[in-house]
């Protein structure tokens, strides 16, 4: 990437980059604390060409996203907690009915309205399993403003390339901090546009199989009849309760995420090669925690981070050659304890796998970790 540097606020990258992502189109209801995101889409988007709309509520907000990409436009909206709980219903039909779509989340303290300007990371099993049923959906979690920015991108091209809704999910403080960022120009980005069917196909399926599982997509006025909705439906979109036919049509669904996992996997080592005290984290506890490795380097211990930045689906295959030799694995999280549950399904019986956890709005810090990471070597 190549463009010129600005210094942003990390929910400002966030609304630059879905416009320089090609986003003409962001439906929502303010929320602390991902405000910003609406305040700088307002000012972007009719600049752009696009669409702004404050929405009545939460559920409206995803439904008008839906609707403008069912009608050829990329489209995203933004929320917090309470939002993102609200959000779930839509969420679930945009992946039924494979709706390219991006959904910010801006995480904050809960439950219920909690604490509407303090941190937290107890979205992280709500933003993989918030909607009822079996449903693929693709979680990045960025560290720093500058992740943001280029992650933003990404969902979009994921979102545009797999007919898949992505959530891009970062806490409070990354939401609020300002970096230097490069930013890139639009003309020489370039972006991923969804598979598009070609003219006007005779027998054409919207939820035909393909090789990479992800139907072409009849855009608007070209000609062919579509039917998309809610309920299991067979490759002619029209609703079934047949069970080979929900099986056959299920299968491929959900198959998008292992056929393409190598594209949506990504992820961040520090020090893992020979490490024997492994650190699992995601945001603003992970620039505590290569702190944390640093300090527990210089004192012989030999400590390493992995940072799932895709962290649903979860890059399982990295973390196990990451945490090979571990004989402790820390994850430090600001919940009750929620991705330490996806480590120990991972971990071996030889690894101890241990939480550190904080529920008060109040990030982790470096000194915390290294204090926890010492009480498991004892």
């Given at each position: 990437?190549?463009?010129?540097?600005e210094y942003l606020h990390g929910n400002h990258a966030c609304a630059v980059a879905a416009v320089t992502a090609g986003c003409r189109f962001f439906a929502g209801y303010q929320i602390t604390p991902s405000s910003e995101i609406a305040e700088r889409m307002s000012k972007e988007l009719p600049a752009a060409?696009?669409?702004?709309?404050?929405?009545?509520?939460?559920?409206?907000?995803?439904?008008?996203?839906?609707?403008?990409?069912?009608?050829?436009?990329?489209?995203?909206?933004?929320?917090?907690?309470?939002?993102?709980?609200?959000?779930?219903?839509?969420?679930?039909?945009?992946?039924?009915?494979?709706?390219?779509?991006?959904?910010?989340?801006?995480?904050?303290?809960?439950?219920?309205?909690?604490?509407?300007?303090?941190?937290?990371?107890?979205?992280?099993?709500?933003?993989?399993?918030?909607?009822?049923?079996?449903?693929?959906?693709?979680?990045?979690?960025?560290?720093?403003?500058?992740?943001?920015?280029?992650?933003?991108?990404?969902?979009?091209?994921?979102?545009?390339?797999?007919?898949?809704?992505?959530?891009?999910?970062?806490?409070?403080?990354?939401?609020?901090?300002?970096?230097?960022?490069?930013?890139?120009?639009?003309?020489?980005?370039?972006?991923?546009?969804?598979?598009?069917?070609?003219?006007?196909?005779?027998?054409?399926?919207?939820?035909?199989?393909?090789?990479?599982?992800?139907?072409?997509?009849?855009?608007?006025?070209?000609?062919?009849?579509?039917?998309?909705?809610?309920?299991?439906?067979?490759?002619?979109?029209?609703?079934?309760?047949?069970?080979?036919?929900?099986?056959?049509?299920?299968?491929?669904?959900?198959?998008?995420?292992?056929?393409?996992?190598?594209?949506?996997e990504k992820y961040e080592c520090i020090e893992t090669v020979d490490a024997e005290y492994l650190i699992v984290t995601i945001g603003i506890s992970a620039r505590a925690a290569r702190q944390a490795v640093k300090s527990l380097r210089r004192k012989g211990v030999k400590a390493g981070l992995f940072r799932?930045?895709?962290?649903?689906?979860?890059?399982?295959?990295?973390?196990?050659?990451?945490?090979?030799?571990?004989?402790?694995?820390?994850?430090?999280?600001?919940?009750?304890?929620?991705?330490?549950?996806?480590?120990?399904?991972?971990?071996?019986?030889?690894?101890?796998?241990?939480?550190?956890?904080?529920?008060?709005?109040?990030?982790?810090?470096?000194?915390?970790?290294?204090?926890?990471?010492?009480?498991?070597?004892?």
């Amino acid at each position: 990437m190549s463009g010129n540097f600005e210094y942003l606020h990390g929910n400002h990258a966030c609304a630059v980059a879905a416009v320089t992502a090609g986003c003409r189109f962001f439906a929502g209801y303010q929320i602390t604390p991902s405000s910003e995101i609406a305040e700088r889409m307002s000012k972007e988007l009719p600049a752009a060409g696009g669409t702004f709309i404050q929405m009545e509520d939460e559920m409206g907000s995803l439904a008008a996203v839906i609707g403008a990409s069912v009608g050829g436009v990329k489209a995203m909206t933004a929320t917090s907690g309470p939002g993102f709980s609200l959000k779930q219903e839509n969420l679930g039909y945009a992946s039924l009915a494979e709706v390219p779509c991006v959904i910010i989340n801006v995480s904050r303290g809960g439950p219920s309205t909690g604490m509407p300007t303090r941190p937290a990371q107890a979205d992280i099993m709500q933003s993989r399993w918030g909607s009822h049923g079996d449903h693929p959906v693709i979680v990045i979690t960025p560290d720093s403003v500058k992740e943001i920015y280029n992650e933003t991108i990404r969902a979009f091209d994921l979102s545009e390339k797999l007919r898949i809704p992505v959530v891009l999910m970062f806490d409070q403080a990354i939401g609020h901090l300002q970096e230097s960022v490069e930013v890139a120009e639009p003309e020489k980005l370039k972006t991923i546009e969804r598979k598009w069917v070609k003219g006007d196909e005779d027998g054409f399926e919207p939820y035909a199989a393909t090789k990479d599982a992800v139907p072409p997509m009849a855009r608007p006025g070209d000609g062919q009849r579509v039917h998309m909705t809610g309920l299991t439906h067979a490759e002619s979109g029209y609703p079934t309760q047949d069970p080979d036919t929900v099986r056959r049509n299920m299968e491929r669904l959900l198959s998008k995420l292992e056929i393409n996992k190598k594209e949506i996997e990504k992820y961040e080592c520090i020090e893992t090669v020979d490490a024997e005290y492994l650190i699992v984290t995601i945001g603003i506890s992970a620039r505590a925690a290569r702190q944390a490795v640093k300090s527990l380097r210089r004192k012989g211990v030999k400590a390493g981070l992995f940072r799932p930045i895709t962290l649903w689906p979860f890059p399982e295959e990295a973390f196990r050659e990451a945490a090979a030799n571990a004989k402790a694995v820390l994850v430090p999280e600001m919940n009750a304890g929620q991705l330490v549950l996806e480590i120990e399904r991972l971990c071996s019986d030889a690894s101890q796998v241990a939480g550190l956890n904080k529920i008060d709005g109040e990030p982790i810090s470096p000194a915390e970790i290294v204090a926890k990471l010492e009480e498991l070597i004892k």
